[in-house]
């Protein structure tokens, strides 16, 4: 059975920085695509960044694009994201999540596996 589990949401001022970690449970974690989404209050959930099984291409969403990082490490198992010049609006729960079929993509649908989440506060 597929466990995520995210870490290392706090709260922080606009123009700070956080690093997200999401760690995996399942042998098979290189050969899957793995994502970030975000969910604020009174919002629907929405896709931040996808990441390949080999981690060798990236997308993110343009509000994200050129502040936040998605990377991942195979060997342990785990995603990270890496945000920079963190802004209010970036305040939400984020929550990791994984495709383990192929589909990938930035539809939350296209995920099987999701993760508790991990807040995230930015004040202005």
């Known amino acids: 059975q597929v466990q995520l589990v995210e870490s290392g949401g706090d709260s922080v001022q606009a123009g700070g920085s956080l690093r997200l970690s999401c760690t995996a449970s399942g042998r098979t974690f290189r050969s899957w695509t793995m994502a970030w989404f975000r969910q604020a209050p009174g919002k629907e959930r929405e896709y931040v960044a996808v990441?390949?099984?080999?981690?060798?291409?990236?997308y993110y969403t343009d509000s994200v694009e050129g502040r936040f990082t998605v990377s991942r490490d195979n060997v342990h198992n785990t995603m990270y994201l890496q945000m920079h010049n963190l802004k209010f609006e970036d305040t939400a729960v984020y929550y990791c999540a994984a495709d383990t079929v192929g589909v990938g993509g930035n539809h939350a649908s296209s995920y099987e596996y999701w993760g508790q989440g991990t807040q995230v506060t930015v004040s202005s």
């Open positions: 990441i390949s099984p080999t981690g060798g291409i990236s």
